[in-house]
């Protein structure tokens, strides 16, 4: 899987160089660049943002930066250009540098007149490398000047983490964990202008806004992260035990959370696992987890319990 991340501070994302990531890229199971916005800027400051219109606090990131930034990583426009001295972009991965790819100079603040953001903002609704066609809005959206638009199987699914869009779930982690390409943006400050997924909905990309959370962060660099590892563990090969993320938490029958773990010794402190657990009985192991499960997502997530799949929950017990 090929992923692009575009922050102000892309040096975040050194820390992917740790852990099960850092092996997942070692052994070319993902391959990541995280790239400086500020490297498509062209002013002396390299600034991205500006006061909002309508005015109130804070700063919004600016729509030019952003669509010189994605039309290069998009292949959406030709390079026409030198790129700018100051390309910068930190390679996560040793092997790996996207940044051949050339910002252009061109003004890409291309939106076109009387784009209606409302009518483009559907959100997430398009399955991962899907066509334009797929974009239930795309209708809607008005005709938008595009040239050199590559196919869009080839095309990345391009994610911007929003705290006041629709919550990142498993169900999403699991979908684009099948997407060949992600293209993420951080936000910073009050956020991006609204324009930019709107305009790249309406040129047919695949774009996502995902909240990680009710709270709000400073940035979307942790937000990504979140996404990414729960979407790159479920990779083929990038977990040690593959068994690992089959029975999880919102995952498999019926998405509930998981029942309590516990390992060894018996007692702890005066405190033993439950009997069940050592009885070598697997039925009675399963059904005691199984029912733990239930109970548990009833107390801490009734919402799970109302969307649950009552066929799948009503399978015979796990042969063992
Ligand atoms: N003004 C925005 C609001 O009130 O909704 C908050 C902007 S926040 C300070 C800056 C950036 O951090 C956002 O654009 C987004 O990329 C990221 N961010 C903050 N909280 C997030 C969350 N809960 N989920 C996803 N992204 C978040």
Redesign the pocket.
Known sequence: MKIDIVSVFPEYFDVLNLSLFGKAQAKGLVEVTAHNLRDWTHDVHHSVDDTPVGGGAGMVMKPAVWAECLDDLLGLEPATVTPSSNNSNTSVAATTDATASVPSTANADAAPEGTDIAASEESNAAPVNTTADANADASDAPAAPVSAVPPASDRPVLI?????APLFTQRDATELSHADHLLFG???????DARIPAYYRAQGVDVRE????D??????EV?VSVMLEAITRLLPGFMGNPESIVEESYTGEGALLEHRQYTKPAEWRGIRVPDVLLSGDHGKVDRFRRDEALARTDEIRPDLIAKLDCAALSKPDRKT
Not at 160 to 164: D, G, I, M, R, W
Not at 215 to 220: A, E, K, Q
């Open positions: 911007f983490p929003n705290p006041s951080c936000g910073r400050y009050e956020g991006y995902y909240s990680i959370g709270y709000v962060l400073n940035g979307g937000a």
